[in-house]
């Protein structure tokens, strides 16, 4: 089995852990915990919203599909909203979110999580960013903007 093929689909991930959520209702789920998987098995990057072929790059400010020449100024949202969603609404750090959504430098990611408005906690390296207060709202929020 290659790597590539180890990597799940997140869209298939939510999608149970949605079902289970309406079933259950509990606060939250530990979706890796749940099903006994790592992050680094997580296909990460920010997919294409419309052929889904490849995590998207960034260029000048926006997100650019090299597939089907896409190009997107908040490809990201949803990509963000898995992170929180795999991350148990746990605050991440800058470099997690980086590593997440495939960008460039430290400064990027600052400035798009500066321009997300999420809430803050600690200060400096130990800064960390917590889902917005309308999370639901974010998580469903569907690329239909671009
Ligand atoms: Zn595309």
């Not at 149970?16 to 997580?42: A, G, N």
């Not at 419309?50 to 597939?67: F, H, N, Q, T």
């Amino acid at each position: 089995m290659s790597y590539k093929e180890k990597q799940l689909d997140i869209k298939t991930l939510k999608k149970v852990s949605k079902s289970i959520l309406k079933e259950h209702t509990p606060e939250s789920i530990d979706i890796l915990k749940f099903y006994k998987i790592s992050m680094d098995e997580i296909l990460t990057g920010v997919l294409c919203p419309v052929c889904i072929a490849k995590p998207m790059e960034r260029r000048d400010g926006s997100w650019l599909c090299e597939a089907c020449r896409l190009l997107s100024s908040n490809a990201h949202f949803k990509t963000v909203a898995d992170l929180f969603l795999l991350n148990n609404g746990v605050p991440v750090f800058n470099k997690q979110f980086r590593e997440f959504l495939h960008l460039p430098s430290p400064h990027i990611s600052r400035r798009i999580l500066e321009s997300l408005n999420l809430p803050q906690t600690g200060t400096g390296k130990g800064r960390r960013y917590l889902p917005p207060p309308s999370y639901q709202d974010f998580a469903e929020l569907d690329i239909q903007l671009y």
